[in-house]
């Protein structure tokens, strides 16, 4: 299974989306900040997460989230608005 998954940062109040196999270790890189396009929104929480069958469909949604309309759909399925 790949993930496609959000993260939120009430810090500095911005989303992360991102794909990966492992999902757990992946959250606590972000927390421990080993991923440099995060480590300055730390802590990080998982809001929101989908699975897919296989990493081309995971980066497939991944690539549609980070698009404006992406964007719109995760705020409304997510109450963010």
Same mark, same amino acid.
């Given at each position: 299974?790949?993930?496609?998954? #959000?993260?939120?940062?009430?810090? #500095?109040?911005?989303?992360? #989306?991102?794909?990966? @196999?492992?999902?757990?270790?992946?959250? #606590?890189?972000?927390?421990?900040?080993?991923?440099?396009?995060?480590?300055?929104?730390?802590?990080?929480?998982?809001?929101?997460?989908?699975?897919?069958?296989?990493?081309?469909? @995971?980066?497939? @949604?991944? +690539?549609?989230?980070?698009?404006?309309?992406?964007?719109?759909? +995760?705020?409304?399925?997510?109450?963010?608005?």
């Amino acid at each position: 299974m790949h993930y496609v998954y #959000i993260l939120q940062s009430f810090k #500095i109040n911005k989303l992360y #989306i991102g794909s990966t @196999a492992d999902l757990r270790n992946r959250i #606590i890189e972000h927390n421990l900040g080993q991923t440099k396009s995060t480590k300055f929104g730390r802590p990080w929480k998982l809001i929101y997460y989908e699975a897919h069958l296989n990493k081309t469909l @995971a980066l497939k @949604a991944e +690539i549609f989230y980070k698009t404006g309309q992406g964007r719109r759909q +995760i705020k409304k399925k997510l109450g963010l608005n």
